[in-house]
């Protein structure tokens, strides 16, 4: 299989190509195609994997260099597997031909047009967050057009290919793509699916790989709420919502007063904090000394050209830098010298998300995951194919919003799974904001 990375200078590249190389992805694609459309960044990325060592004990062979497409193979892997020869290019053409499948992670505007949407925003009296309020919308503006280009450049180029969609805002720029590439899009955060295992290791409830049995999670992206989580048929939210000090062990739980919760009767989305608490929200970023896109800016510029220069130390490198800006999330929201908890911190975002569907579209097993996708059921078997499509997933939302909700994605692609209604109040928040 061959995959491409729109975004392929990106930091969080190292994370998909750590875990293509090794574990349950391991020779699931034989070659990664990095597109960017600056060089510089690429030759940093590569320089990274480059350094990275794999099971055996080595590190891939160097990558080619940022200029159309630029081939290297990768070393041995453990296990029989290998990991994936790397290319890299700077022309979408020529990075989309032969494609099977295409992640994409792309910020127009770089990190200079996050912090003119946080600063603007704030500037206003308004909340200046990346994917929530006025600075998401502006990002959105900003990101579509972008994301529509790359989707008609794949009918073209790549028409069987998939696109699973890193790039935020991921729900609006998943709906704006849907019209394009029909089923062929999935959106994918792991932010619902960090909540549902964080909330599950806190009340002891075992959850089978790549299954959410007896998980309710309804929502928009970035905006959303676990609702149920059953132990043995017995639905356990309840009691761990009742259970102030289970609460404080992970990220969600310390948001949120436990009264608060326990009222709410459902566990929010990390992004909530935006809503619930919009006010403390706004004052702690006004009090911060620079916003979290000016934080990033900063370390990445800094960071980059020591990258490409830093030979076999630039992986050790990029990994104090990724453990350093996972510490920076959700700053404004933790108190003062707080740190990020260490189970909050560890693997399994966005990159497993995304290769767990990619191995349930190349037909390695059906995974249940929650993803952003059309608010549409499947149409019950037998039913004929012009007939009306199935009810929505999430009641009262209309059939064609991208909602996030738990999924089932097999080859034929991600279809989701019916959820409850949401609480009167729940569902006026999610249709103001739709």
Same mark, same amino acid.
């Given at each position: 299989m061959r995959l491409m990375i729109a975004g392929g200078g990106g930091f969080r590249v190292p994370l998909v190509y750590r875990a293509l190389a090794s574990g349950p992805f391991a020779g699931l694609v034989s070659e990664l195609v990095l597109f960017d459309v600056d060089p510089a960044r690429l030759e940093a990325i590569t320089a990274v994997l480059r350094a990275m060592p794999v099971p055996d004990g080595g590190a891939p062979e160097g990558a080619g260099a940022a200029a159309g497409a630029g081939a290297a193979a990768g070393a041995g892997a453990a296990a029989g597997a290998r990991p994936p020869v790397i290319r890299t290019a700077t022309s979408l053409p020529e990075a989309l031909a032969g494609t099977d499948l295409v992640f994409a992670a792309i910020r127009p505007g770089?990190?200079?047009?996050?912090?003119?949407?946080?600063?603007? $925003?704030?500037?206003?009296?308004?909340?200046? !967050?990346?994917?929530?309020?006025?600075?998401?919308?502006?990002?959105?503006?900003?990101? @579509? =057009?972008? +994301?529509?280009?790359?989707?008609?450049? +794949?009918?073209?180029?790549?028409?069987?290919?998939?696109?699973?969609?890193?790039?935020? =805002?991921?729900?609006? &720029?998943?709906?704006?793509?849907? =019209?394009?590439?029909?089923?062929?899009?999935?959106?994918?955060?792991?932010?619902?699916?960090?909540? &549902?295992?964080?909330?599950?290791?806190a009340a002891g409830v075992p959850l089978a790989d790549g299954?959410?049995?007896?998980?309710?999670?309804?929502?928009?992206?970035?905006?959303?709420?676990?609702?149920?989580?059953?132990?043995?048929?017995?639905?356990?939210?309840?009691?761990?919502?009742?259970?102030?000090?289970?609460?404080?062990?992970? %990220? %969600?739980?310390?948001?949120?007063?436990?009264?608060?919760? $326990?009222?709410?009767?459902?566990? =929010?989305?990390?992004?909530?904090?935006?809503?619930? !608490?919009?006010?403390? $929200?706004?004052?702690?970023?006004?009090?911060?000394? $620079?916003?979290?896109? %000016?934080? @990033?800016?900063?370390?990445?510029?800094?960071?980059?050209?020591?990258?490409?220069?830093?030979?076999? %130390?630039a992986f050790k490198l990029w990994d104090a830098a990724r453990r350093s800006r996972e510490e920076g999330y959700l700053a404004e929201a933790r108190t003062h010298g707080e740190q990020r908890d260490e189970a909050d911190l560890a693997g399994g975002g966005y990159e497993r998300v995304a290769l767990a569907v990619m191995r349930a579209l190349a037909g390695a097993g059906d995974a249940q995951l929650i993803l952003n996708t059309p608010n549409t059921l499947a149409v019950a078997p037998g039913t004929p194919a012009q007939s009306t499509p199935g009810g929505p997933a999430i009641p009262g939302l209309p059939a064609d919003a991208v909602v996030e909700v738990p999924c089932v994605v097999t080859p034929d692609g991600a279809v989701p799974l019916r959820q409850s209604a949401p609480a009167p109040e729940q569902l006026a928040l999610l249709r103001r904001v739709k």
């Open positions: 770089g990190t200079a047009g996050r912090i003119a949407d946080e600063k603007v $925003a704030q500037d206003l009296g308004l909340l200046g !967050q990346e994917t929530t309020g006025a600075g998401g919308i502006s990002y959105a503006l900003r990101t @579509i =057009p972008e +994301m529509l280009h790359l989707a008609r450049q +794949m009918q073209e180029h790549c028409p069987d290919a998939w696109l699973i969609n890193f790039t935020n =805002p991921a729900g609006m &720029v998943t709906e704006a793509l849907v =019209p394009v590439l029909g089923r062929k899009v999935i959106g994918i955060c792991d932010s619902a699916g960090g909540l &549902v295992h964080r909330a599950a290791r299954r959410l049995d007896g998980v309710g999670y309804y929502g928009l992206n970035h905006l959303g709420w676990l609702y149920r989580l059953e132990s043995g048929g017995r639905d356990v939210l309840p009691e761990l919502l009742a259970d102030a000090q289970a609460l404080q062990t992970f %990220e %969600e739980g310390r948001l949120f007063r436990q009264p608060f919760l $326990a009222g709410l009767g459902a566990l =929010p989305n990390e992004y909530l904090y935006y809503y619930y !608490q919009r006010d403390s $929200a706004a004052a702690a970023m006004r009090a911060m000394p $620079a916003t979290r896109g %000016e934080s @990033i800016h900063h370390q990445q510029a800094e960071l980059y050209p020591r990258l490409a220069a830093a030979g076999g %130390e």
